[in-house]
């Protein structure tokens, strides 16, 4: 029971350089997000996805863009890196109608160098 | 706007003390309240959640929650503190939206000293 796949775990970018991170879920749940998290920050929204097909911008959405490929699927690309993006990034799902509650990957812990 | 504040980044305490982590929130409709919590290196976890049933939730490993709604509170208590407890907590509301997206307090981080 797989839940939310985060590929990858680890990356290291130079300035300016590009990368997709990956997530999936295996839970048939209807709504995704990313977010990222930051020391004494907390968890910040980044994007999110309340169904196939639709995405949404969260509290932080300069300089990332996304993609919900399927149900399953919901990719976040940085286009060109830059070190304020340094951070751990989350995956998470949930099921629709629902009281909110989130389903989490283990994190893709991103530093741009 | 919904916002949650937890009070104390960091707190300590012995092993088999009483574990109290604050959280206030800023509601203006009944929201979802939850606590997760992430041990190192991996996602987080959902310890319990208020959904307008009991006031008085209890979680997994022997956490618990009271719902305040005269003090917009929802602190996480345990009785007896493990080593195994320590690790960071966030507490989280629902945003009131459509879609009932989490906000997430910036953390405590609670260390369990022998």
């Known amino acids: 029971n797989a839940g939310v796949t985060q590929t990858p775990k680890f990356q290291v970018l130079k300035t300016g350089q590009s990368m997709t991170l990956q997530c999936a879920q295996d839970?048939?749940?209807?709504?995704m997000y990313w977010y990222r998290q930051d020391p004494g920050m907390g968890l910040r929204l980044i994007y999110y996805?309340?169904?196939?097909?639709?995405?949404d911008k969260g509290e932080v959405p300069n300089g990332y863009n996304v993609s919900r490929l399927n149900k399953r699927e919901f990719s976040l690309r940085l286009e060109s890196a830059a070190p304020s993006q340094t951070s751990v990034y989350f995956c998470?799902?949930?099921?629709?109608?629902?009281?909110?509650?989130?389903?989490f990957g283990e994190g893709s812990r991103l530093t741009v160098l | 706007a919904q916002s949650v504040t937890q009070l104390g980044s960091h707190v300590s305490v012995s092993e088999g003390a009483l574990v109290l982590l604050r959280c206030n929130y800023s509601?203006?409709?009944?929201?979802?309240l939850f606590w997760y919590v992430q041990y190192p290196n991996q996602g987080l976890q959902l310890l319990l959640k208020?959904?307008?049933?009991?006031?008085l939730v209890k979680g997994i490993n022997g956490f618990e929650a009271e719902f305040k709604k005269s003090e917009t509170s929802f602190h996480l208590t345990k009785p007896s503190a493990h080593m195994s407890d320590a690790a960071e907590y966030f507490c989280?509301?629902?945003?009131?939206?459509?879609?009932?997206?989490?906000?997430f307090g910036t953390g405590t981080l609670l260390a369990v000293q022998p």
């Open positions: 989280a509301v629902t945003d009131g939206g459509a879609t009932n997206k989490l906000i």
């Open positions: 839970m048939n749940h209807n709504s």
């Open positions: 996805s309340a169904s196939e097909g639709t995405t």
């Open positions: 509601s203006s409709v009944p929201p979802y």
């Open positions: 208020y959904t307008s049933a009991a006031t």
């Open positions: 998470a799902s949930k099921l629709e109608p629902s009281t909110g509650e989130l389903f």
